[in-house]
Nanobody, 127 residues
Protein backbone atom coordinates (compact mmCIF):
# COMPACT_ATOMS: atom_id res chain seq x y z
CA UNK A 1 0.00 0.00 0.00
CA UNK A 2 1.48 3.34 -1.03
CA UNK A 3 1.77 6.04 1.60
CA UNK A 4 1.67 9.71 0.65
CA UNK A 5 3.00 12.71 2.56
CA UNK A 6 2.30 16.28 1.41
CA UNK A 7 4.37 19.33 2.25
CA UNK A 8 4.75 22.92 1.16
CA UNK A 9 1.49 24.46 2.29
CA UNK A 10 1.26 27.74 4.13
CA UNK A 11 0.13 31.33 3.99
CA UNK A 12 0.63 33.19 0.72
CA UNK A 13 -0.53 36.58 -0.49
CA UNK A 14 -2.88 36.92 -3.46
CA UNK A 15 -0.89 36.84 -6.67
CA UNK A 16 1.91 34.89 -5.04
CA UNK A 17 3.25 31.40 -5.64
CA UNK A 18 3.57 28.18 -3.70
CA UNK A 19 4.84 24.71 -4.56
CA UNK A 20 3.31 21.66 -2.96
CA UNK A 21 5.16 18.35 -2.85
CA UNK A 22 3.89 14.84 -2.26
CA UNK A 23 6.36 12.08 -1.45
CA UNK A 24 5.26 8.49 -1.98
CA UNK A 25 6.59 5.34 -0.38
CA UNK A 26 6.90 2.04 -2.19
CA UNK A 27 8.20 0.94 -5.57
CA UNK A 28 5.06 1.19 -7.68
CA UNK A 29 4.89 4.98 -7.89
CA UNK A 30 5.44 5.04 -11.64
CA UNK A 31 2.34 2.87 -12.18
CA UNK A 32 -0.02 5.33 -10.47
CA UNK A 33 -1.99 8.20 -11.85
CA UNK A 34 -1.28 10.97 -9.36
CA UNK A 35 -3.82 13.61 -8.50
CA UNK A 36 -4.12 16.73 -6.39
CA UNK A 37 -7.46 17.50 -4.77
CA UNK A 38 -8.57 20.34 -2.54
CA UNK A 39 -11.32 20.87 -0.03
CA UNK A 40 -12.44 24.24 1.25
CA UNK A 41 -14.58 24.56 4.41
CA UNK A 42 -18.16 23.56 3.72
CA UNK A 43 -17.39 22.42 0.18
CA UNK A 44 -16.93 19.11 -1.59
CA UNK A 45 -13.44 17.81 -2.28
CA UNK A 46 -12.60 18.58 -5.89
CA UNK A 47 -9.95 17.37 -8.28
CA UNK A 48 -7.50 20.11 -9.15
CA UNK A 49 -4.97 18.32 -11.35
CA UNK A 50 -3.93 14.83 -12.47
CA UNK A 51 -0.76 13.48 -14.08
CA UNK A 52 -1.04 10.22 -15.98
CA UNK A 53 1.08 7.23 -15.02
CA UNK A 54 2.25 6.32 -18.51
CA UNK A 55 2.41 9.60 -20.43
CA UNK A 56 2.67 13.32 -20.02
CA UNK A 57 -1.09 13.69 -20.16
CA UNK A 58 -2.51 16.03 -17.56
CA UNK A 59 -5.87 17.30 -16.40
CA UNK A 60 -6.66 20.63 -14.76
CA UNK A 61 -9.74 22.03 -13.14
CA UNK A 62 -10.94 24.97 -15.25
CA UNK A 63 -10.45 27.39 -12.34
CA UNK A 64 -6.72 26.66 -12.13
CA UNK A 65 -5.81 26.29 -15.81
CA UNK A 66 -2.92 28.55 -16.70
CA UNK A 67 -2.04 29.10 -13.03
CA UNK A 68 -1.25 25.66 -11.61
CA UNK A 69 1.13 23.04 -13.00
CA UNK A 70 1.33 19.43 -11.95
CA UNK A 71 4.55 17.50 -12.46
CA UNK A 72 6.12 14.30 -11.25
CA UNK A 73 9.59 12.87 -10.74
CA UNK A 74 9.39 9.08 -10.77
CA UNK A 75 13.02 8.77 -9.69
CA UNK A 76 12.14 10.63 -6.50
CA UNK A 77 8.67 9.15 -6.07
CA UNK A 78 7.33 12.68 -5.85
CA UNK A 79 4.54 14.67 -7.44
CA UNK A 80 4.41 18.46 -7.34
CA UNK A 81 1.81 21.17 -7.69
CA UNK A 82 3.19 24.56 -8.66
CA UNK A 83 0.63 27.22 -7.78
CA UNK A 84 1.08 30.65 -9.35
CA UNK A 85 -1.10 33.76 -9.30
CA UNK A 86 -3.01 32.35 -6.38
CA UNK A 87 -6.37 33.75 -5.38
CA UNK A 88 -8.24 33.80 -2.06
CA UNK A 89 -10.60 31.20 -3.49
CA UNK A 90 -7.66 28.78 -3.75
CA UNK A 91 -7.68 28.58 0.04
CA UNK A 92 -8.25 24.94 1.01
CA UNK A 93 -6.66 21.81 2.34
CA UNK A 94 -4.79 20.20 -0.54
CA UNK A 95 -4.48 16.44 -0.78
CA UNK A 96 -2.45 14.27 -3.10
CA UNK A 97 -3.82 10.90 -4.10
CA UNK A 98 -2.81 7.82 -6.06
CA UNK A 99 -4.88 5.72 -8.44
CA UNK A 100 -3.85 2.51 -10.17
CA UNK A 101 -3.10 3.66 -13.67
CA UNK A 102 -3.43 0.53 -15.77
CA UNK A 103 -7.11 -0.20 -15.14
CA UNK A 104 -8.61 2.66 -17.11
CA UNK A 105 -7.96 4.56 -20.32
CA UNK A 106 -8.83 7.99 -19.03
CA UNK A 107 -7.54 10.25 -16.28
CA UNK A 108 -9.32 9.72 -12.97
CA UNK A 109 -10.90 12.85 -11.52
CA UNK A 110 -13.40 11.39 -9.07
CA UNK A 111 -12.58 10.85 -5.44
CA UNK A 112 -13.64 7.19 -5.37
CA UNK A 113 -11.17 6.32 -8.13
CA UNK A 114 -8.23 6.94 -5.81
CA UNK A 115 -7.16 4.31 -3.30
CA UNK A 116 -4.46 6.18 -1.38
CA UNK A 117 -4.50 9.65 0.14
CA UNK A 118 -2.12 11.92 1.96
CA UNK A 119 -3.02 13.69 5.17
CA UNK A 120 -3.43 17.07 3.47
CA UNK A 121 -1.64 20.39 3.67
CA UNK A 122 -3.33 23.73 4.33
CA UNK A 123 -3.00 26.51 1.79
CA UNK A 124 -4.28 29.92 2.83
CA UNK A 125 -4.31 32.82 0.39
CA UNK A 126 -4.75 36.09 2.22
CA UNK A 127 -3.24 39.52 2.48
Amino acid sequence: QVQLVESGGGLVQPGGSLRLSCAASGRAFSSYDMGWFRQAPGKERECVAVFAWNSGTTYYLDDVKGRFTISRDNAKNTVYLQMNSVKPEDTAVYYCAAAIGSIRNYLPTRRYEYHAWGQGTQVTVSS
